[in-house]
């Protein structure tokens, strides 16, 4: 096995399995009443063992699915949706191992939740998440977004995917902000979404490092 093809199945490996870890933490994600903090909190309190795996498994998905990515603008033989493929890939390889460590917010939240008054802890909260410089850090995941976007439209005009992934996302950005987070299996199925195509390029990787190997003469 060369180098190159022990990198392609490597990299679809890490690209099926990503978003099925996604799905599994959206899956085992505590129930949230509502949208509010204090509810957010309650639901990360409720359950601890349940919110440690969730996040164990969010912390996962977003790295491996990361990493895997960087090898996806090498689908693209062409000049035809390469640039695209690129900024789009480099944009949502920043955002999903940036994102990966803000999984630790649980754990904090999870705590407070359990050891002081809910008013107490949610002003503890709001304290953290208006810190001047946590915000722009966690607006990376904008980037990640527009992101995935770019990198499902570069693909689809490549042919690596069709564009039938582009209407998914689309779809699945849409549902993330009407769909109520209290009805968590619904929400969860949504946010997945948006990382399915992901397993049909992972696919595609995988296709590639089954190809022949070039004969030198």
Same mark, same amino acid.
Not at 16 to 27: E, K, S, V
Not at 84 to 87: E, G, N, Q, R, S
Not at 142 to 151: E, S
């Given at each position: 096995m060369t180098n190159e093809t022990f990198l392609y199945r490597l990299a679809g490996g890490l690209l099926? *399995?990503?978003? &099925? @870890? *996604?799905? /599994? $933490?959206? #899956?085992t994600s505590p129930s949230q009443d509502g949208p509010g903090t204090a509810d957010y909190i309650a639901s990360l309190a409720r359950d601890e063992t349940m919110t440690q795996v969730s996040a164990m498994l969010l912390h996962y998905s977003n790295m491996l699915t990361g990493l895997g990515l960087l090898v996806v603008p090498l689908l693209v033989r062409g000049a035809k949706g390469r640039l #695209?493929?690129?900024?789009g890939t480099l944009a949502a390889v920043l955002t999903m191992l940036n994102i990966s460590g803000a999984i630790k917010d649980d754990?904090?939240?999870?705590?407070? $939740?359990? *050891? +002081?008054?809910?008013? +107490? /802890? +949610?002003?503890?909260?709001? &304290? +953290?998440?208006?810190? /001047?410089? !946590?915000?722009?850090?966690?607006?990376? &995941?904008? !980037? $990640?977004?527009? $992101? @995935? !976007?770019? !990198?499902?439209i570069g693909l689809a005009r490549a042919g690596v995917l069709g564009w039938w992934a582009t209407g998914v996302y689309v779809v699945a #950005?849409?549902?993330m902000f009407t769909v109520p987070v209290s009805l968590t299996l619904v929400y969860g199925v949504v946010f997945t979404s948006l990382f399915a195509p992901l397993t049909v390029v992972g696919a595609r990787v995988l296709g590639r490092s089954t190809l022949p190997e070039p004969v030198l003469v």
């Open positions: 099926i *399995t990503g978003p &099925a @870890l *996604t799905f /599994a $933490g959206m #899956l #695209l493929t690129l900024i754990w904090w939240r999870m705590v407070i $939740g359990n *050891t +002081v008054p809910m008013d +107490v /802890a +949610v002003r503890i909260s709001d &304290a +953290v998440d208006n810190s /001047a410089l !946590l915000s722009p850090w966690r607006d990376v &995941a904008m !980037l $990640g977004f527009l $992101g @995935l !976007l770019l !990198l499902y #950005l849409v549902g």
